[in-house]
T-cell receptor, first 117, second 112 residues
Framework: GAVVSQHPSWVICKSGTSVKIECRSL??????MFWYRQFPKQSLMLMAT?????????EQGVEKDKFLINHASLTLSTLTVTSAHPEDSSFYIC?????????????FGPGTRLTVT | TQLLEQSPQFLSIQEGENLTVYCNSS?????LQWYRQEPGEGPVLLVT?????EVKKLKRLTFQFGDARKDSSLHITAAQPGDTGLYLC????????????FGTGTRLTVIP
């Protein structure tokens, strides 16, 4: 299957600083990538859809100025958490469809655990 | 936001037992996926079902898509400790957005 990587796998930052998380499709190109947030013992919540060459689409309730998304190439999307606060601590996961027959068949990165102190 | 309810939310069983996890919605989905997620990792795709009434088998796992494409079930036969994890269903709609709506999740623990 397709491989999606994320970097870093975990990060600890101080309140008020910004953190960038990278999502890469390693063996396929992805014009679209998705960013999710997952709190402990909960399901995945879609934050935004990252589109190569255009603006990201944010889900209702997600602040686009706080969670900056840049889809710089067909294999890389980045999520920057600006002015992070402890409530932003979460598990952030990206995914991408491989582009095969079924566009809903997505492959997920291993996730990035963010802890804001 | 489309809601996919999974039941049960938590399930703890002995090794060798059978179990069924349900995924229900009031919405119609063009396809439905089941994922398994282990702690600290991203979800891993298990199966995709696209046709109403479709049944797919993956070793001891049997997946079924409801006739109306609003619900799905996952049945595990003779559960093993390695089956422990968070099981998530996710549906895709015919909106062209290609994003998935995830279910509420079922956390399965198989006790040796």
């Amino acid at each position: 299957g397709a491989v999606v990587s994320q970097h870093p796998s975990w990060v600890i930052c101080k309140s008020g600083t910004s953190v960038k998380i990278e999502c890469r499709s390693l063996d396929f190109q992805a014009t679209t990538m998705f960013w999710y947030r997952q709190f402990p013992k909960q399901s995945l919540m879609l934050m935004a859809t990252s589109n190569e060459g255009s603006k990201a689409t944010y889900e209702q309730g997600v602040e686009k100025d706080k969670f900056l998304i840049n889809h710089a190439s067909l294999t890389l999307s980045t999520l920057t958490v600006t002015s992070a606060h402890p409530e932003d601590s979460s598990f952030y996961i990206c995914s991408a469809p491989e582009g095969g027959y079924n566009p809903y068949e997505q492959y997920f990165g291993p996730g990035t655990r963010l802890t804001v102190t | 936001t489309q809601l996919l309810e999974q039941s049960p939310q938590f399930l703890s069983i002995q090794e060798g037992e059978n179990l069924t996890v349900y995924c229900n919605s009031s919405s119609v989905f063009s396809s439905l996926q089941w994922y398994r997620q282990e702690p600290g990792e991203g979800p891993v795709l298990l199966v995709t079902v696209v046709t109403g009434g479709e049944v797919k088998k993956l070793k001891r796992l049997t997946f079924q898509f409801g006739d109306a494409r609003k619900d799905s079930s996952l049945h595990i036969t003779a559960a093993q400790p390695g089956d422990t994890g968070l099981y998530l269903c996710a549906g895709g709609e015919r909106t062209g957005a290609n994003n998935l709506f995830f279910g509420t999740g079922t956390r399965l623990t198989v006790i040796p």
